[in-house]
């Protein structure tokens, strides 16, 4: 596939942070349209990786381009301008916690779009809607549960109808219902809208149906990348781990 | 499993921790390009008006009745103690007011609502700083494409340059009313002849650059504290250290920053004060 269809592309990446090498060489491609997944062990470097993606770290050593820009390039302005075409989903949900829960979803359109308040009040809704939220609007995201602020997070980062959605665990701490709800939600976006989905993931299970492509960290370094096909024919350990745990 | 504990050890891990000399280089190098980072964007307008007004209310307008109190109850304890002395070395009551009123308007007056404001506004916006940070909610930010350095740091610093001298002027003349309060009950003085007394040998110059240099306290009170918390690593110890730095060299450089503006006064008002 020609470069020019990559929404994410990463160019044998290092980070280190502090004395701990986080990645190691790391390069793999993600076309436009597609689901990508990470998977890995806790402290593998899936995070960073996210990170790196959309300039909120900085590489050491190597390229990472988006929408065929390389964002190693760029300055903070040129790295804020890239990033209004992506959303990104924090594992920790990240919500505005002084403001209320309608206020999350309201606050980057309003910084971004400029669009009249009474159309913005219906946007609000609609995405509120969309995550089953529609009912605490009014309520502060201390008032919701960790999986309510996940599913506040996810409406906060589709607010802006992005092109490339990055997730961090997106199903780390949540119940099957608010996992299902999550799935469902990653499937409509990617078949109604063609959002290119980068998402990381604990386990193959949550992972399968979603993505066209997989790769595998494990200490920093890829091990295994491509289809969920290929990667189940790697040898590596890690890797059978990752699929017999599916069984 | 080597790895896996490898990487749970950041240079933060106590066994990892640099030398005190290196961390105190990093903090000051940091520092300095934080200063010079923010009076950068502090000549790049527009800053965010909202933003910026919702900090006027949390740093202003919430710090006014802390300054009121503190003035009253300092300008009771000055007028006392000067009355006490003057009086002991032979010298005339009625010069006290006009006396009281320069020392307040040149020297308590904005160096009290400094370091008054060091410890309220200061320790405040160290500690939701590095809350922020530390729950990601700065990334978040950075992720939907907000300036998080302009957002949070910025509309801070231009609330503080605004709303010292104000509060400043709040102190001065609150510290004159706590210094008629005691001239009052000692010796029934009316508020027309104190007023009067104050205002006689007061100019311009007493009240109108010593206080508009309270701009730079307001800077130092709004960048130190943001450099603190925006820059810190660590979970809650780093939140205690962000706090407590933030007012500690915030009221140092408050003082310094005193002194030194102190010093140039005469050449920046044209003449000596007497």
Known sequence: ??????????????????????????????????????????????????????????????????????????DHRGLLAVRRSTGFVFQTSAVFDSISVAENVAFPLRCATGIPESKLRDRVRQQLDRVGLGEDSGKMPNDLSFGMRKLLGFARALASDPAILLLD??????????????RELLLDLKERTGTTLLFTANRITEARGLCEHLAVLDGGRLIACGSPNEVERSDHPVVRQFFLQDL | MRHIIGLSISKSHPLFRPSFASQLWNAATGLVNFTFRTLGE??????????????????????????LVSGVVVGVAMTKLVWTSLVNLGGVGSVIPAELARMTFREMGPLMTGLLISGRVGSAIGAELAVLRLTDQVDALESLAIDSFRYLVISRVV??????????????FAEISGGFLWEAAKSET?????????????????????????????????????????????????????????????????????????????????????
């Open chain 1, 1 to 74: 596939m020609p470069v020019e269809d990559m929404a994410v592309r990463f160019e044998r990446v290092s980070k280190s942070i502090g004395e701990t090498d986080i990645l190691d060489d790391i390069s793999f491609e993600v076309p436009h349209g597609t689901g990508f997944s990470i998977l890995g062990r806790r402290g593998a470097g899936k995070t960073v990786a996210l990170k790196l993606s959309i300039g909120l770290l900085k590489p050491d050593l190597g390229r990472i381009f988006l929408n065929n820009q390389d964002i190693t390039a760029l």
């Open chain 2, 42 to 67: 502090l000549l790049k307008p527009p800053w965010d008006a909202h933003e910026v007004s919702h900090q006027l209310y949390a740093i202003g307008w919430r710090s006014a009745p802390l300054i």
């Open chain 2, 159 to 172: 609330a503080c340059v605004i709303a010292l001298p104000i509060l400043a002027t709040l102190m001065s």
């Open chain 1, 169 to 182: 665990d997106p199903w780390g701490g949540v119940d099957c219902v608010t996992g299902t709800l999550i």
């Open chain 2, 190 to 274: 009316s508020f027309q002849l104190y007023a009067r007394r104050v205002f006689d040998k007061v100019e311009w110059n007493d009240y109108v650059v010593p206080t508009l240099m309270t701009a730079v306290s307001g800077f130092v009170v709004g960048t130190i504290p943001s450099f603190f918390g925006y820059t810190v690593h660590e979970s809650a110890a780093g939140v205690r250290r962000a706090s407590m730095y933030s007012v500690v060299f915030s009221c140092l450089f408050v003082i310094a920053s005193h002194l030194i503006l102190n010093a140039l006064i005469p050449f920046l008002s044209g003449r000596s004060l007497r």
